[in-house]
């Protein structure tokens, strides 16, 4: 009888509910599909992406025809096929968009979360708490998976713990010593990629200084006013793997206990006859298509580890169809390995780089997983997850707060388990997000301006959008539609100016309220004054307490990311992580099963929307026992 009750009551609960998706990628697809047979019946999906070829392996809502189309257009209209007396609206924008206010999640009994980026899930985790709507997050890579269940007030906020961020590396290991393929990758995607088709007044590490004179600019990325293509691609060529190795080796010292890297020009690495007859970039791709230098020198295996001379013939047909076929977007470009071209130039440049120091070169399949920091997707592993995240909204609408659980999918069976189910974690109590815990800022103020504060701390580490910075009742900046024009232009004028010498002085001592209205989120940050930082240690110039700290992500040769030690040990005891068994667990036995499977017990993760998937946080595991 009670099991008949319990049974009617999730029905209805769940005939009641009005569910809110962020995310119809590879999680999404799953989870719609199975709320939908689960018997609820008002959805609505929010996604920004649409349809690419590489989706269609897992993501099983699209079909060829869709590419290019909305996911979230698409995903409803794929459900409403087999179950079409059920609501479901769809909405092809941006979580962030100010439509989707704290007003607009009120209206929800439950939010699910499959998206793929630290930066939307922080929103949606502030709009939850905000409305007072449970969330349930989720994210797989490759064979691992978790599902989390966030509730204000009952279980830590999805912002209570620190999250990973990529593992960086010292400038002079990408510009001068690389060991791994991936500096290598990180020379050619942040260093060369940047300097040629990015943003001109970022500053950049590269040796912009020509030995011999070839170019009539003091830089010698700019081109020639006389200069054809080839003869640009030839001399950036030269400069980059020639010369500037040359620079590096006039430096005795720095390879007495290293491997000496040898220069390569092109002459060598491509003969004259051989590089006339490169491709064609007329006959690259249909004209509707994307360039391609793969296409166009008539490669067709990504998986083929290239030699040299096939690379440096790829990188000069890539460089020259940037120029050719995309010269409006040369200035503004970002890397993004969605991007075929700029994945084929990133990863031949990365090669020769390689080639030059030694290092084993890899396929342009290979390369593109390192760039992007990417292991590949498991649909069964999508499935599990959404069935799991659908197994906790049920609780979630029944109110049944004990049975919450937060479970991790396993690559290896632990103790013949696959699945381990843990109890919720109770809220950090210096969340500043969740429990409103003051900062405190190390910062020189008397050189520092408000522009990298709000840049820096409060947009980057923080990650609030709008933000409004104000001492006391006196506000001197605030960001956002609807200012007036001179209040827009004094606040513009206050971005670059230090901050002790703001309207309203920001000296030590000084505390400062931060708020975001879009996210109805606030907190305070207390300034303390300090005149010198480590460059090495602490490059913003100043350091942010109090918060969770991002825990340092390393991505290693094959692509797969692998998440720095957290600062609790591996080593804990876990009391049982079975609701039948009761047996104990401890966490190192689940530490090294996940070790095993390329993540740490310091990595939860991100499911992303092409075909790929990345760490992005981990909880600290204390001793738990479900019941």
Known sequence: MASAAASAASEEAVKAAKVLMVGAGGIGCELLKTLALSGFSDIHIIDLDTIEVSNLNRQFLFRKTHVGQSKAHVARDAILKFRPNINIKSYHANVKDSEFNVDFFKQFNVVLN??????????????????????????????????????????????????????????C?????????????????????????????????????????????????????DEDLDQYARRIYDHVFGYNIEAALDNEETWKNRKRPNPIYIRDALPEEALKQNGSSGDCTKEHEEPSAMASLGLTNPQEIWTLADNSRVFVEAFKLFFEKREKEVGNLI?????????????????IRAYSFGIPLHSLFEAKGVAGNIVH???????????????????????????????????????????????????????????????????????????EVIDKIIKSKLGMNLPLVMIGSTLF???????????????????????????????????LTVEDFQQELSCSINIKHREEFDEEKEPDG????????????????????????????????????????????????????????GASTSAQVVEDDDDFMMFDEDPKLKKKRSQ
């Open 114 to 171: 499959g998206l793929d980026n630290l930066d939307a899930r922080r929103h949606v985790n502030r709009l939850c708490l905000a409305a007072e709507v449970p969330l349930v997050e989720s994210g797989t890579t490759g064979f691992l998976g978790q599902v989390t269940v966030h509730v204000k007030g009952k279980t830590e906020c999805y912002e209570c713990q620190p999250k990973p961020v990529p593992k960086s590396y010292p400038v």
């Open 173 to 225: 290991t990408i510009t001068s010593t690389p060991s791994k393929f991936v500096h290598c990758i990180v020379w050619a995607k942040d260093l060369l990629f940047a300097k040629l088709f990015g943003d001109k007044n970022q500053d950049n590490d590269l040796n912009v200084h020509s030995k011999d004179g070839s170019s009539s600019n003091s830089d010698v990325f700019k081109r020639d006013a």
């Open 335 to 351: 890397f993004d390995k969605d991007d075929q071209l700029a994945v084929e130039f990133v990863s031949t440049a990365a090669n």
């Open 377 to 451: 997707a498991v649909a069964t592993t999508n499935a599990i997850i959404a069935g799991l995240i659908v197994i906790e909204a049920i609780k979630v609408l029944r109110g049944d707060y004990k049975n919450y659980r937060m479970t991790f999918c396993l690559e290896h069976p632990t103790r013949k388990m696959l699945l381990m189910p843990v109890d919720p974690f109770e809220p950090n109590k210096s969340c500043y997000v969740c429990s409103e815990t003051p900062l405190l800022l190390d910062v020189n103020t008397k050189e520092t301006k408000l522009r």
């Open 477 to 511: 900046f605030e960001d956002g539609d609807g200012l007036e024009e001179d209040e827009a232009a004094n606040y513009a004028l206050n971005l670059d100016k230090v901050l002790a010498e703001l309207p309203a002085p920001v000296i030590n001592g000084t505390k």
């Open 542 to 597: 100043m350091v942010l307490s109090g918060w969770s700290a991002p825990v340092e992500k390393q991505a290693n040769s094959n692509g797969e990311n692998k998440s720095a030690a957290s600062s609790s040990s591996a080593h804990d005891t876990v009391e049982d992580i079975s609701t039948k068994s009761g047996m104990k667990r401890k966490l190192d036995e689940i530490s090294e099963t996940k070790e095993n499977c």
